[in-house]
């Protein structure tokens, strides 16, 4: 399942040496003679299932080294600042000139990992236009109390810099979900940086696997658990707390924000699909307002998508929505089946659009369009981009994907409205609940997508 905001596939599996992106390295593809493997790198049937899925998660925890790896890269080069990422580097990660070579990377300080620079400035342009939403999210409304889910958390560094860098909220908790094996090793990170802890605010409820404080909450969980517990009817007396007790701290009346940066992609599609159908319908009814950040590959039918796949495969990692969810257009469509972008029955297109909206955009059309020039001639200078071809085919093969809905009012909001002859608006510091909390994606609108 759900695992880390990995980095796939960052090159390093898709080229050796100065050769080029655009055709698979011939010891790397995925091959029937493959241990454990059936042709299209899939884990055989010869092992139990149950070993065979705990093999298959390990592999995709796994990825969340590469990510901490490459978001250190970018930051020691000069593309992004996070004063927290090398925290969250595992030592095992340092000192490995010699695989270095071997697997097309440059040493950079004290023995780390250089990626490419084609792999730093995707890095760069992620990090950037996630950030750029989350701060639209965090800055509209400000004295408006806030929630942010991110699924598949990892190392990720973002609750860290918020706390440091946006102080626009008077009130905002984080949640970070992901496998216990991801969520202990972070923990243990944080419990012995002073940075770090000075950063979570107390009173603070922790375990080997688990933290909980007034802010920040990190859940051991896999994510694919959580489909369970959305199928008991809704008439089952036991169904409300069944439901909260999977996710405990969050609060289903906060505008939240749901973030996936290469999470859901490892789900079966059934499966990321039950996940968004239990966060958008069950533990947030429609009177929240609700948005949604994905970063996912896409386009796998054309020759560098094929070569994407194949070797990932190879390492046994199966991007598993990217057939179905792999263009634009399909993303999109994803969106408004997840009840996002305001478009239902006979509502005009203006009713539509004032509440919510969908954007996508590949990272081509990010860097061209989202980036200023004088950002662009900054991050130029860092280090050379000496193929732009393969830049811009590696640029064309992830996507941002943001949607949001604003939240139908409750009933006793409508009661509360007609009564006082206000908008509904009394209610947004969340002392009796948010009713039609406007304005919370207010920035979100101004954001331009791509066409598809």
């Not at 695992?3 to 100065?18: D, H, K």
């Not at 950079?108 to 996630?130: E, K």
């Not at 190879?314 to 969810?325: D, E």
């Amino acid at each position: 399942m759900p695992a880390s905001q990995s980095q796939i596939p960052n090159l390093n599996t898709l080229r050796r040496g100065r050769g080029s992106a655009r055709a698979p390295p011939t010891t790397t593809t995925a091959s029937a003679a493959s241990p454990g493997k059936n042709e299209e790198g899939e884990w055989r049937d010869n092992e139990g299932d149950n070993d065979r899925e705990k093999k298959k998660d390990g592999i995709i925890q796994a990825t969340d080294q590469d990510a901490s790896v490459s978001r250190l890269s970018a930051v020691e080069v000069g593309y992004l600042e996070d004063p927290f990422a090398e925290l969250f580097v595992p030592s095992s990660s340092q000192g490995q000139q010699g695989q270095q070579g071997q697997q097309g990377q440059q040493g950079l300080g004290r023995g780390r990992r250089r990626r490419f620079p084609i792999i730093n400035r995707g890095t760069y342009i992620r990090t950037r236009a996630i950030d750029h939403l989350v701060t639209l999210f965090l800055s509209s409304r400000p004295a408006v109390r806030k929630q942010i889910i991110s699924l598949g958390a990892g190392s990720d560094t973002r609750f860290f810099r918020i706390a440091t860098t946006l102080p626009v909220v008077s009130e905002l908790v984080y949640h970070e979900l992901d496998f216990p094996a991801v969520t202990e090793p972070k923990i243990a990170t944080i419990t012995r940086s002073p940075r770090l802890t000075a950063l979570v605010p107390g009173p603070v409820s922790l375990s080997s696997t688990s933290l909980h404080s007034p802010a920040y909450h990190i859940h051991p969980i896999d994510l694919r658990t959580l489909d369970a517990a959305a199928s008991p009817s809704r008439d089952d007396p036991h169904h409300h707390s069944q439901r909260t007790t999977q996710l405990l701290h969050v609060e289903p009346s906060l505008p939240t924000l749901i973030i996936s940066e290469c999470c859901l992609v490892y789900l079966a599609p059934h499966a990321a699909d039950a996940v968004a159908a239990y966060l958008t319908r069950t533990l947030f009814p429609p009177s929240t307002p609700l948005g949604m950040i994905l970063y996912e590959p896409i386009r796998p039918h054309d020759a560098f998508g094929q070569v994407m796949v194949a070797n990932l495969a190879a390492r046994g990692i199966a991007l598993q929505t990217l057939r179905q969810y792999g263009s634009l257009a399909a993303q999109r469509e994803r969106m408004a089946k997840y009840g996002f972008g305001g478009g239902s029955g006979g509502s005009s297109e203006a009713d539509a659009a004032a509440m919510g909206g969908i954007g996508v955009a590949d990272v081509n059309h990010l860097w061209e369009t989202g980036v200023p020039a004088e950002e662009k001639a900054r991050v130029a200078g860092l280090e050379m981009v000496d193929e732009l071809e393969e830049w811009e085919l590696l640029a064309a093969h992830y996507c941002v994907v943001w949607a949001w809905r604003d939240g139908e009012p409750a009933a006793d909001d409508e009661g509360n409205r007609a009564r006082s002859g206000g908008d509904g608006d009394e209610d947004i510091a969340g002392v009796k609940g948010t009713g039609n909390v406007k304005g919370v994606w207010e920035g979100w609108r101004d954001v331009v997508g791509q066409k598809d």
